[in-house]
T-cell receptor, first 115, second 112 residues
Framework: DSGVTQTPKHLITATGQRVTLRCSPR?????VYWYQQSLDQGLQFLIQ???????AKGNILERFSAQQFPDLHSELNLSSLELGDSALYFC??????????????FGPGTRLTVL | AQTVTQSQPEMSVQEAETVTLSCTYD???????LFWYKQPPSRQMILVIR??????QNATENRFSVNFQKAAKSFSLKISDSQLGDTAMYFC?????????FGAGTRLTVKP
């Protein structure tokens, strides 16, 4: 158990819908990262937040957005869902923002299925 | 942009033997981190080993060790005394400035 929690574990929805994935980092971690793992794209970094502010951006679509709240939990919002958005979405957390030794701890993931 | 290549989609090894998984990467940066992650059937991402690019000494964690060749941009993982529980997908990853790039993965099967 990494200490990172993600809810829900599974989510099934229809095309065109909007969903929100939630992540709670390990106690004391200030950074949260979101990743997408799909069959055709592999594992991709989406976005990072550090202490409430966006720190780094990867291959995140404009239909996707994220935020980190004052209690440091984070939400990933996926809108206008398409079949290709079906994937396993991981959240990871780390102590720092990346300037120094910055091991990331992964949550168990949320399996999103778009029908 | 940094890319990570794992040229072995699948590998198998007999229990108790040694196996090496290959990884190469492309970057013009000098300071970065390299990782090997294990993803068993549970889909949990588990850190196996990490290497800081500025350290010349190869990282070792029990049965897992790496061969880091910075000039060649190579980062292979050696698993000694393979165990059935090592069966998993293994991902090589490159990280700099919080942007982590993963390879496509190698599916390792340990046979009894």
């Amino acid at each position: 158990d990494s200490g990172v929690t993600q809810t829900p574990k599974h989510l099934i929805t229809a095309t065109g819908q909007r969903v929100t994935l939630r992540c709670s980092p390990r106690s004391g971690d200030l950074s949260v990262y979101w990743y997408q793992q799909s069959l055709d794209q592999g594992l991709q970094f989406l976005i990072q937040y550090y202490n409430g502010e966006e720190r780094a951006k990867g291959n995140i679509l404009e239909r996707f957005s994220a935020q980190q709240f004052p209690d440091l939990h984070s939400e990933l919002n996926l809108s206008s869902l398409e079949l290709g958005d079906s994937a396993l979405y991981f959240c990871a957390s780390s102590v720092s923002g990346g300037e120094v030794d910055n091991e990331q701890f992964f949550g168990p993931g949320t399996r999103l299925t778009v029908l | 942009a940094q890319t990570v290549t794992q040229s072995q989609p699948e590998m198998s090894v007999q229990e108790a033997e040694t196996v090496t998984l290959s990884c190469t990467y492309d970057t013009s940066e000098n300071n970065y981190y390299l990782f090997w992650y294990k993803q068993p059937p549970s889909r949990q991402m588990i850190l196996v080993i990490r290497q800081e690019a500025y350290k010349q000494q190869n990282a070792t964690e029990n049965r897992f060790s790496v061969n880091f060749q910075k000039a060649a941009k190579s980062f292979s993982l050696k698993i000694s005394d393979s165990q059935l529980g090592d069966t998993a997908m293994y991902f090589c990853a490159f990280e700099r400035n919080n942007d982590m790039r993963f390879g496509a993965g190698t599916r390792l099967t340990v046979k009894p």
